[in-house]
């Protein structure tokens, strides 16, 4: 199994136009599931079938001297995280910026958090 490392990730949020300087990034991909179990089931076991598919996501970034642009709270546009510049494994798709904590310390670099809610599908290639 081949391991891939984090040196090279970047980061893409087009309404922005920003290439992040990402510190860490994560993507949160889940499925709804629904039990279908009939209370005269004889098996013993649950059923479950699957439902809705979502996904969030959430990346660390060097705070940007033009900031991150609080304007665009709300608005949708692609969002693309990728594991290496030289064409790592990417997750892409349209996400809602959702908001943002940025802070900084004495003895460090101004950082941000930025949050993202996925709408629609999420794209691995």
Same mark, same amino acid.
């Given at each position: 199994?081949?391991?891939?490392h984090?040196?090279?990730?970047t980061g893409?949020?087009t309404a922005t136009g920003?290439?992040?300087e990402?510190l860490?990034?994560?993507?949160?991909?889940?499925?709804?599931v629904?039990e279908?179990?009939?209370?005269?089931?004889t098996?013993?076991a649950?059923?479950?079938?699957a439902?809705?598919k979502?996904?969030?996501?959430?990346?660390?970034v060097?705070?940007p001297q #033009?900031?991150?642009?609080?304007d665009k709270?709300?608005d949708?546009s $692609?969002l !693309?995280?990728d594991t290496a510049a030289? /064409?790592? =494994?990417a997750?892409?798709?349209?996400?809602?910026f959702? #908001?943002?904590?940025?802070?900084?310390?004495?003895?460090?670099?101004? $950082?941000? !958090?930025l949050?993202?809610?996925g709408? /629609?599908t =999420?794209?691995?290639a």
């Amino acid at each position: 199994m081949a391991a891939m490392h984090g040196k090279g990730g970047t980061g893409v949020w087009t309404a922005t136009g920003i290439t992040f300087e990402i510190l860490s990034w994560s993507v949160n991909a889940t499925s709804d599931v629904a039990e279908s179990t009939a209370m005269a089931a004889t098996s013993g076991a649950k059923i479950y079938l699957a439902g809705f598919k979502s996904w969030t996501a959430t990346a660390e970034v060097l705070l940007p001297q #033009g900031g991150v642009g609080l304007d665009k709270l709300g608005d949708t546009s $692609t969002l !693309t995280f990728d594991t290496a510049a030289d /064409g790592g =494994l990417a997750y892409a798709g349209t996400a809602f910026f959702m #908001g943002c904590s940025p802070s900084s310390d004495k003895d460090g670099i101004s $950082t941000v !958090t930025l949050n993202f809610q996925g709408s /629609g599908t =999420l794209g691995e290639a």
